[in-house]
């Protein structure tokens, strides 16, 4: 499976989530968004959202606690999967920036094919140390994220009402998409369809790390992750090059959206962060990297 397939069908994947709740809206059958989703007296919420309610109403609900933990269940047993497989926010971000993204990706191969073609004759304290940005070991994306989500709850107790729920991607995305349809079915234009799509770009295009080091959503589902062990990214070194031709490579670090470094833990995202994407896997020269059920 290569890198285009994979992406291919990632983005495929996250249209078809959003496409299915664009139906539900349309025919007015109450699905709601994944903020906020159901099916009849069925209902559940996002995880962030539930601890931003709880802590803003000081009730406890137990039929979102159940979907609480159902949500924190899967995330233990998958990983953070719901952050490259079903989350609107690549596929928009790709939308917007698909040029920046390319750009990356062609300075990524350069690099690898350069380096490739050198011996590897850095130590590797040293080998590590300038893949990362200005030579130093940077700040694990997990404290950044952690800070946000602390802030994210700590808002929402103080002002009694979920207050990131105001700017979050996720929701604005399907908050747009639903003042469209409002737009074309019953001709009402509303302040929405030109405030969101502002705070969206802010977010995704201005703050390119959104969703590595700021988003309190996959900060929350990384905490459950810490403890997933299986579909975890796992180098076999006897195929890797940097282990069997002693050369420098460090292929499957720079295509990593999270810096997750697979075989020396030195990048700035940790195993945790990992959204199960294969990008790793499938940029691999040598295929070396799997994704084994335990």
């Given at each position: ?82 952050c490259g497989w079903v989350c609107p926010v690549p596929l928009v971000r790709k939308l917007l920036v698909n040029k920046l993204d390319e750009g990356r990706q062609v300075i990524a191969d ?185």
């Amino acid at each position: 499976m290569n890198s285009n397939r994979t992406r291919m069908l990632r983005m495929a994947a996250m249209a078809v989530v959003a496409i299915t709740i664009v139906i539900g809206a349309v025919r007015n059958d109450g699905t709601g968004s994944l903020s906020v989703f159901g099916a009849g007296n069925i209902t559940a919420i996002c995880p962030l959202g539930y601890l931003e309610t709880l802590l803003a109403g000081r009730e406890f609900i137990p039929p979102l606690f159940i979907s609480f933990l159902i949500i924190a269940g899967l995330t233990v047993l998958l990983g953070r999967v719901f952050c490259g497989w079903v989350c609107p926010v690549p596929l928009v971000r790709k939308l917007l920036v698909n040029k920046l993204d390319e750009g990356r990706q062609v300075i990524a191969d350069k690099t690898v094919s350069d380096a490739s073609a050198q011996p590897f004759f850095e130590d590797r304290e040293t080998a590590n140390a300038s893949c990362s940005p200005k030579g130093f070991r940077a700040k694990k994306n997990s404290a950044s994220g952690l800070v946000i989500l602390g802030i994210t709850l700590g808002s929402s107790a103080i002002c009694g009402f979920p207050v990131f729920c105001l700017i979050c991607p996720i929701g604005l995305v399907f908050a747009t998409l639903f003042a469209l349809i409002r737009l074309l079915h019953f001709n009402e234009p509303t302040l929405d369809l030109i405030v969101f799509p502002i705070v969206i770009i802010i977010e995704l295009v201005f703050l390119k790390r959104w969703c590595s080091k700021l988003c309190p959503v996959g900060a929350l589902l990384s905490l459950f992750s810490r403890f997933n062990r299986s579909l975890v990214p796992t180098v076999e070194r006897s195929f890797c090059l940097e282990e069997s031709r002693n050369t420098k490579c460090q292929r499957c670090r720079s295509v990593c959206s999270f810096d997750v470094d697979l075989k020396n833990g030195r990048g700035t995202g940790d195993i945790s962060d990992c959204t199960k994407c294969r990008e790793c896997a499938d940029n691999c020269p040598v295929q070396a990297i799997r994704f084994p059920w335990r």
